[in-house]
T-cell receptor
Framework: RKEVEQDPGPFNVPEGATVAFNCTYS??????FFWYRQDCRKEPKLLMS???SGNEDGRFTAQLNRASQYISLLIRDSKLSDSATYLC???????????FGKGTKLSVKP | GAGVSQSPRYKVAKRGQDVALRCDPI?????LFWYQQALGQGPEFLTY????????KSGLPSDRFFAERPEGSVSTLKIQRTQQEDSAVYLC????????????????FGDGTRLSIL
C-alpha cells in the first residue's frame, strides 16, 4: 500500500450535491491528518486539520477511521467555488514533513 | 507580509544552468519545508529546516540540489546543472513550531516557483 492514497477522480457533481472523498494511509501510528485545497496553478491551502475522530467547519466535515486507516472529507451543498483539487496529507515522523496523496479533483457544475 | 512568500514566481532556464529559488517564511515560524510538485501529482518532500539547521534532506533527488537557511528565516533552494526532469513547481511551507511538535502543526504554503528547464 502506498503511504497516502486518494481516488484521483474527477468527481463531477451538480451544485447543491453532497460529495465525499476518501484518503487511505499506511502508517497506523499517524496522529494528525490534513486536508488541503489546491486551485489550478495555485498553492495548497489548508482546509481542515484532523487530530481525533473528526472535524467540522461549515459545509465541510472530515472523519477519521483509525481501524480502517482512512480519513474522509464530506462537502455538503456544493458550490461552484468548491471546484478544485483536494489533497490529503499525513505527517511523517516527528518533524512533520507531509506525505501527500495525488489529490482528488472536484468539478461542481451549474 | 502575512504569508509565505516565494520568488521568482516563474523561472525558465536552459539545461545545464544553475538556478536559485527563494522562500521567505511567515515571520517567527521555526520550521521550513521545501516540496517539489510535478504536474498531476501531490507535493513531494525535499528538505526540512528547524531554524537554521537542516535536519532532513532525504528528499533531495540528487547532489545537484542544495538548500540553506543561514539565519533561520529566508531559505534558498539551489539547483545546479539543471536537467529537464527538474521542471516542476517548487513549494515552500512553514509552520510555527519545531520538530517533535511540528507533526501536529499545519503547514502554510507559498504560491511556489514554477521552474521550466528547456
Amino acid at each position: 500500500r502506498k503511504e497516502v492514497e486518494q481516488d484521483p477522480g474527477p468527481f463531477n457533481v451538480p451544485e447543491g450535491a453532497t460529495v465525499a472523498f476518501n484518503c487511505t494511509y499506511s502508517n497506523s501510528a499517524s496522529q494528525s491528518f490534513f486536508w488541503y485545497r489546491q486551485d489550478c496553478r495555485k498553492e495548497p491551502k489548508l482546509l481542515m486539520s484532523v487530530y481525533s475522530s473528526g472535524n467540522e467547519d461549515g459545509r465541510f466535515t472530515a472523519q477519521l477511521n483509525r481501524a480502517s486507516q482512512y480519513i474522509s472529507l464530506l462537502i455538503r451543498d456544493s458550490k461552484l467555488s468548491d471546484s478544485a483539487t483536494y489533497l490529503c496529507a499525513v505527517p511523517r515522523g516527528s518533524q512533520g514533513n507531509l506525505i501527500f496523496g495525488k489529490g482528488t479533483k472536484l468539478s461542481v457544475k451549474p | 507580509g502575512a504569508g509565505v512568500s516565494q520568488s521568482p514566481r516563474y523561472k525558465v532556464a536552459k539545461r545545464g544552468q544553475d538556478v536559485a529559488l527563494r522562500c521567505d517564511p511567515i515571520s517567527g515560524h521555526v520550521s521550513l519545508f521545501w516540496y517539489q510538485q510535478a504536474l498531476g501529482q501531490g507535493p513531494e518532500f525535499l528538505t526540512y529546516f528547524q531554524n537554521e539547521a537542516q535536519l532532513d534532506k532525504s528528499g533531495l533527488p540528487s547532489d545537484r540540489f542544495f538548500a540553506e537557511r543561514p539565519e533561520g528565516s529566508v531559505s534558498t533552494l539551489k539547483i545546479q546543472r539543471t536537467q529537464q526532469e527538474d521542471s516542476a513547481v517548487y513549494l515552500c511551507a512553514s509552520s510555527l513550531v519545531g520538530q517533535a511538535l511540528s507533526s501536529n502543526q499545519p503547514q502554510h504554503f507559498g504560491d511556489g516557483t514554477r521552474l521550466s528547464i528547456l
